[in-house]
């Protein structure tokens, strides 16, 4: 078992920044892949960011490129997303999600393990 913990969400302006985190216990963090995944009210589940578990090969989905990061502390077992110049539509909950993979996985299904979600508002 994989326990995930996002943590860094709140409320911000349109064209601020945010970073949240989400801290893994349970297993050897550099096994998984990770990835962040957001859902809007009313709407689907849908792939933000992932990222290989050395941290070396990346994937973002096109309405976040250049605007989000995602990276890796395999020594802290943390998993972050960079957000700069938010918009409110990137207004959702945000999950962290976890999968012991070699591969980089952008489908919601892909993932075995999931966070609790972090609240992320942008105002306009």
């Known amino acids: 078992q994989v326990q995930l913990v996002e943590s860094g969400g709140g409320l911000v302006q349109a064209g601020g920044s945010l970073r949240l985190s989400c801290a893994a216990s349970?297993?050897?963090?550099?096994?998984?892949?990770m990835g962040w995944f957001r859902q809007a009210p009313g709407k689907d589940r849908e792939f933000v960011a992932a990222i290989s578990r050395g941290g070396g090969r990346t994937q973002y989905a096109d309405s976040v490129k250049g605007r989000f990061t995602i990276s890796r502390d395999n020594a802290k077992s943390t998993v972050y997303l960079q957000m700069n110049s938010l918009k409110p539509e990137d207004t959702a909950v945000y999950y962290c999600?976890?999968?012991?993979?070699?591969?980089?996985?952008?489908?919601?299904?892909?993932?075995?393990?999931w966070g609790q979600g972090t609240q992320v508002t942008v105002s306009s």
């Open positions: 349970g297993r050897i963090f550099s096994d998984y892949a």
């Open positions: 999600a976890a999968d012991r993979t070699p591969m980089v996985l952008t489908t919601s299904t892909a993932y075995h393990y």
